[in-house]
């Protein structure tokens, strides 16, 4: 990122940067090795010597993500407690961004857009979403690794079900996700975030102004 630093605003330190690349890998190897029950053309790999190493990497990709957790908890608490207060405190301009949005996305147009905190609307939804699917997966994913024969038929047959829906719900919005902070040419200055931390003062005036404010009160 070749700019003045004095042009620059640090929004994500090195451990929430690391967090999420180790958590990203995490999550593309769950789905790629996942994805292979679903697809009839790739089920022929999820037996034999194939489905054995899917199965092994299927699990690795959650001992990742797992990691991943475990290094944010340790690491970065304080910083973690703030993200999610952020995610999980919503106002009257996070409603009237989801009414903005369309216009904004497929148009360009964001005069009506409101203020938005470190977090605008969309990645709240997001980063809510893999929250609490990650607790349905992982929770789930434990039963049917660790717990098969232990556990009733029953109880062993909703985890299978509640672990497939949470997948069909977060691979949408992950790939979704990873298209507007790659190719979105509105969104691209986030994956400078995410790559070094910084963001420049004139993205973040214009797109979260409510946190600018409070890292720049008048």
Do not use: C
């Not at 089920?43 to 990691?67: E, S």
């Not at 996070?94 to 203020?115: E, I, T």
């Not at 992982?138 to 717990?147: C, E, R, S």
């Not at 931390?197 to 214009?206: I, Q, T």
């Amino acid at each position: 990122m070749k700019k003045n630093k004095s042009e620059l605003v640090m929004v994500f330190s090195f451990i929430q940067r690391l967090v999420h690349w180790v958590n990203m890998a995490g999550f593309f190897l769950l789905m790629l090795t996942g994805i292979l029950l679903y697809v009839p053309a790739l089920q022929g790999m999820a037996v034999g010597p194939a489905g054995w190493l899917a199965r092994a990497g299927h699990r690795w990709g959650a001992l990742i993500v797992g990691a991943a957790v475990l290094i944010y908890l340790l690491l970065d608490m304080k910083g973690m407690r703030r993200s999610l207060k952020e995610l999980f405190t919503w106002g009257e301009d996070d409603w009237n961004w989801l009414l903005a949005a369309p216009r904004y996305y497929f148009y360009g147009d964001d005069s009506k857009m409101p203020p938005q905190g470190r977090f605008n609307t969309g990645q709240k939804i997001f980063y809510l979403t893999y929250v609490l699917t990650l607790v349905v997966l992982g929770g789930t994913g434990l039963i049917l690794w660790l717990a098969k024969g232990a556990v009733s038929p029953k109880v062993f047959q909703l985890s299978v079900l509640l672990h497939d829906l949470a997948a069909v719900v977060i691979i949408p919005f992950m790939l979704i996700h990873l298209y507007l902070a790659a190719a979105h040419p509105a969104m691209r200055a986030t994956m400078d975030a995410m790559r070094f931390g910084f963001l420049p003062k004139k993205y973040l005036r214009h797109h979260h102004a409510r946190y600018y404010e409070e890292l720049f009160p008048k």
